[in-house]
């Protein structure tokens, strides 16, 4: 089975994303399960960081054993743009998951990452899944890591993107950065957390070109 993942744009996808008729549609174009990550009220507080005009308003993935484009066209029905990708996943931390529709515990952050022009692919993933995994896991108060590797775009106009991380943290994280990073409430521990992620997020290049997507996630069965 394959996983796709799409970013959206438009307005009310918070609703549209939701629709039965959506999940029929997705099911008739041979999708078997999708995970929601929206943008919606549950995560206004949140901080955005996007890359063009107007910020990403959701990440929806799709497994399916058949093509890609079936679910694109889909999704191109309730939203203004859409871009896609094929991945592999990687599961550091796996997250609680219960495939009913609810919202999924605390705050989902989605980065989507692209490689610096100056590291080669390897060089690259090497940087970010064996040195960058463990520092990450080690200075944040995540509860659920997935990592997602671009293998290729499956819609025309998908920018060029080479991964896709999904973190989740506890919902107090939107506004208390303790919360966020898992510091106790010690400033001098909360200090060094950050200054250590930072040096290595830095030498992935995440810390430049990076669309940060806060969202609600939410998980959905497609065949029975």
Not at 52 to 75: C, D, K, R
Not at 105 to 113: E, P, S
Not at 187 to 213: K, N, P, Q, Y
Request: proline share 8%; no cysteine.
């Amino acid at each position: 089975m394959t996983k796709l993942m799409f970013a959206l744009w438009g307005s009310d996808l918070a609703t549209s994303l939701h629709l039965p008729t959506l999940r029929d549609a997705l099911a008739a174009a041979g999708g078997e399960r999708v995970q929601l990550n929206v943008d919606d009220e549950h995560v206004a507080p949140a901080m955005r960081i996007p890359t063009s005009e107007e910020p990403i308003g959701a990440i929806v993935s799709v497994w399916t054993s058949g093509p890609a484009e079936p679910v694109a066209q889909v999704l191109a029905g309730v939203a203004a743009r859409v871009a896609g990708w094929e991945v592999e996943e990687r599961r550091p931390i796996d997250p609680p998951e219960t495939w009913d529709g609810a919202r999924g515990d605390g705050l989902a952050n989605v980065a989507v990452l692209r490689r610096p022009a100056e590291l080669t692919q390897e060089e690259w993933l090497h940087r970010w899944l064996v040195d960058h995994t463990p520092v990450a896991i080690a200075t944040q108060a995540t509860f659920g890591y997935l990592q997602n590797v671009v293998v290729r775009p499956v819609t025309a106009e998908a920018p060029p993107v080479s991964a896709l991380v999904e973190e989740l943290f506890p919902i107090e994280g939107m506004s208390d950065m303790h919360a966020f990073y898992g510091s106790g409430g010690d400033d001098a521990e909360l200090a060094a957390r950050l200054t250590r992620l930072m040096t290595s997020v830095a030498r992935i290049g995440a810390d430049r070109d990076l669309d940060l997507v806060p969202t609600s996630r939410y998980l959905y069965p497609l065949t029975r």
